[in-house]
């Protein structure tokens, strides 16, 4: 990897990605490690991440992640991965300042630059594709390339998000060259889901309403709800795309209650709403079609203001088809 091979007198380095690390978090960071240990025995690395969901626990390695700092380290090197700003690194922030070099590796089109390096390839479908192009080939293991791989299919949803092009499904092939279980990832890690993941997902849809001539549909969990059936947010993943597939739906939007009138908010979209301009506008980030943030309030404040911002741009929208039919 050649921002590593520039690099001189480099032995610790620390790993870290963004807060409630998601599989490209989880699978760029797994990757970084594993590369580094297997191509620079004269390098330490150590991953630093939130507690992962359990379903990528297949991936090598993941029992040594540590989620906090046993002493205030000083690393040589400091690599952030899928990470779009300093504060989203959350408890590592710290860590990151002292360090005496530091790398930002990111795909999210709200990067903020925030490294003394930083290779941000907004076109990019995943952190790990970026990734598998920095890498030499022929030293990406298979332990490598199957967390590699977790990423890809994390974060194009199998392949069928628009983010997804060609260099993906070059990269992903690549990798399955290496003898990935590319059919265990996906089932285990994507589509199956425990009795209770699947008992809150039908709160959610059961609850949920459409708006703005059913374009839009929303659900909202509550945190005595959340109490109730014994769930954290690694059992909510994926309930924003189910909500997304509600035929006839441009953006959907899933919000839970993390403590009294703060809500952790999801938006997808599918052909023409910004939803990373809209979540930019409430201190958050992400993609064009796939967004979060965090938002206080009532969740009918919550609403109202996601929704000012959705009709700000469905205004635009017709004026720009309305333009075209002229």
Known sequence: MKRIDELKDIRTVAIAGHIRPDGDCIGSCMAMYWYIKENYPEMEPQVYLEEIPPEFSYIAGVEYIRHQEEQEMVYDFFIALDCSDKERLGEMAN??????????????????K??????????????????????????????VATALYTGLVHDTGVFKYSNTTEKTMVAAGKLISKNVPFTNI??????????LQNQILGRALLESIRFFDKKCIVAVLRKKELDFYGVNSSDLSGIVSQLALTKGIECAIFMYETSPQVFKVSLRSHSWLDVSAIAAHFGGGGHIRAAGCTMMGSEHDVINNISSQIEDQ???????????NR
Do not use: P, W
């Not at 890690?189 to 009795?195: D, G, I, M």
């Open 314 to 324: 469905m205004e635009k929208f017709a004026m720009q088809q309305d333009g075209k």
């Open 186 to 195: 996906i089932e285990e890690s994507f589509y199956q889901k425990t009795y």
């Open 95 to 112: 860590c990151f300042d002292r360090a005496k070099r530091t790398l930002c590796i990111d795909h999210h089109i709200s990067n903020t």
């Open 114 to 143: 925030y490294a003394m390096e930083n290779l941000v390839v907004t076109d990019a479908a995943a952190t790990c594709e970026i990734l598998f192009y920095e890498m030499e080939e022929q030293k990406i293991s298979q332990t």
